[in-house]
């Protein structure tokens, strides 16, 4: 049984700080790229940071310069280092994890962790 299971959410002031981590099981980690997805009442849920499977990085436009995506392939943990905070990083943040079978592809999700940012 594959679970993703994320923590570190909760609430910060503007310019602060938080470290979202996501436990993996039941994949092999190592072959599998994670990302870090949130969503805000009322839109859609967007991409925030994704980590391949070989380290290479990729972020959104709004959270380049503040965010930060790291995996630990021996913990079979993903992170995300999330400084100078804004009120509108306020969201559930979710972790992914996915790979491509030919055609096929798996995909995961963890149940979500809240993070808001508010003075």
């Known amino acids: 049984q594959v679970q993703l299971v994320e923590s570190g959410g909760g609430l910060v002031q503007p310019g602060g700080s938080l470290r979202l981590s996501c436990a993996a099981s039941?994949?092999?980690?190592?072959?599998?790229?994670m990302g870090w997805y949130r969503q805000a009442p009322g839109k859609q849920r967007e991409l925030v940071a994704r980590i391949s499977n070989t380290g290479s990085t990729n972020y959104a436009d709004s959270v380049k310069g503040r965010f930060t995506i790291s995996r630990d392939n021996a913990e079979n943990t993903v992170y995300l280092q999330m400084n100078s905070l804004k009120p509108e990083d306020t969201a559930v943040y979710y972790c992914?994890?996915?790979?491509?079978?030919?055609?096929?592809?798996?995909?995961?999700w963890g149940q979500g962790t809240q993070v808001t940012v508010s003075s």
């Open positions: 039941g994949i092999n980690f190592n072959i599998y790229h």
């Open positions: 992914n994890a996915d790979r491509w079978r030919g055609i096929t592809q798996d995909d995961y």
